[in-house]
C-alpha cells in the first residue's frame, strides 16, 4: 500500500491535470490519493474526484501540512507531489522499481521543463533541469553518493520521518535524515514530473533566492550536511555542463546570462542570510507566473 499526496495552495486551475496524471496510470500497487490544501477553492475541483481523499490544512505552510499528514499516513511509501504539475506515464511504477532495492529509503523523480526552449526563460529551466540537476542526481545515485530529491516529486519509506523542521527545504532534510540511519537515496529518471516555470526575472528570482535560502539553515540541524546545491558547486561542476548545453549562438549568450544572474541571486541570497538575517521560513508563497 502507498500513499500518494498532492500538496497545493490556490491551484484550482492546475490540480485537476494534477489528479488525472496519477489516476490515468496503471500503477502496481493498492493506493490512496490525498490533495491536501488549505483553500476551497483547490479542494472543491478535487472533491469532484471520487477516488480522491481531501486534507484541508490549516495553511501555515507545506511542511507544517506535511508534519501533520506524517501523523496520519499508514502505508509503506509515501510519495508526494505538487498541485501544479503533473507526473509523466508510469512515473509512480518508476519509483516502486526502485523501492525493491531494501537499502534504498528516498527516491526522487526527475522534474522536466514544460516551457518553450525558444525564449530565454524557457530555454534556462531546459538547461537547469537536463544540464543541471539531472546529470547532477544520475552521477551521484550511480556512484551510490548522497543526492538531494526534487520536492515536485519524490518518496521514502514510512515511519521513519515524523516531523521535519518548519524552516528548511523538506526534500533535502528528509533524504539527510535517511541518509544517517544507513540508507541510500535512489534517483528514478524515468519518473518525470513536468513543471512550469517562471517567465519573467522578478518571479525567477523570488523562486530561486526563496529555494535557495531552505538548503542555507539546513546547516543548524545538519553541521555535516553534505551540501548539493551551494554557489561553490554551481561554480565547480556547474559550468562545464552549463557551457556544453547550447547548440546555438543564441541559446550560447542565454546561457551566459544565466551565469551572470544565478550570481547575482546567490549574492542577495547571501547578502538576506548574513547581513539582513532574512533566512527561510515556512508558508505557502506563490509565484504566479508558473501558474
Known amino acids: 500500500m502507498i500513499s500518494i499526496v498532492i500538496t497545493s495552495f490556490k491551484e484550482p486551475k492546475t490540480i485537476g491535470k494534477a489528479i488525472e496524471a496519477i489516476l490515468n496510470q496503471k500503477i502496481n500497487d493498492d493506493y490512496e490519493l490525498i490533495v491536501a490544501a488549505p483553500d476551497d477553492e483547490t479542494l472543491d475541483v478535487a472533491k469532484k474526484y471520487k477516488k480522491v481523499t481531501i486534507f484541508k490544512d490549516p495553511g501555515k505552510g507545506k511542511s507544517f501540512a506535511l508534519n501533520l499528514l506524517f501523523k496520519k499516513l499508514k502505508s509503506d511509501i509515501l510519495v508526494f507531489t505538487d498541485g501544479d504539475v503533473f507526473l509523466g506515464e508510469n512515473s509512480i511504477n518508476g519509483i516502486l522499481k526502485i523501492f525493491e532495492d531494501e537499502k534504498i529509503g528516498v527516491v526522487s523523480g526527475r522534474p522536466v521543463s514544460d516551457d518553450n526552449k525558444k525564449n530565454m526563460f524557457g530555454y534556462w529551466s531546459h538547461l537547469l533541469l537536463d544540464a543541471g540537476a539531472h546529470n547532477i542526481r544520475k552521477k551521484l545515485f550511480t556512484k551510490g553518493k548522497f543526492l538531494e530529491c ?64 531552505a538548503h542555507e539553515t539546513l546547516q543548524h540541524y545538519a553541521p555535516d550536511f553534505p551540501r548539493v546545491k551551494s554557489f ?36 542577495l541570497v547571501f547578502v538576506d542570510t548574513k547581513f539582513k538575517k532574512k533566512t527561510y521560513s515556512d508558508g505557502w508563497e506563490r509565484v504566479e507566473s508558473t501558474k
Not at 548545453?245 to 550560447?252: D, G
Request: glycine residues 4%; aromatic residues 24%; charged residues 25%.
Open 150 to 213: 526534487t520536492g515536485y516529486l519524490f518518496a521514502f519509506r514510512n515511519k521513519i520521518v515524523d516531523k521535519i523542521p518548519l524552516d528548511v527545504a523538506e526534500d533535502s532534510y528528509i533524504p539527510y535524515v535517511f541518509w544517517k540511519k544507513g540508507y541510500n537515496i535512489g534517483y528514478c529518471e524515468d519518473a518525470k514530473v513536468y513543471i512550469k516555470n517562471p517567465t519573467n526575472l522578478k518571479d525567477w528570482l523570488k523562486q530561486k533566492a526563496r529555494t535557495s535560502k
Open 232 to 267: 561553490t558547486n554551481e561554480v565547480l561542476y556547474g559550468v562545464f555542463w552549463a557551457l556544453s548545453y547550447p547548440r546555438t549562438i543564441k541559446e550560447f549568450f542565454w546561457t551566459l546570462n544565466l551565469f551572470f544572474i544565478r550570481f547575482y541571486m546567490w549574492m
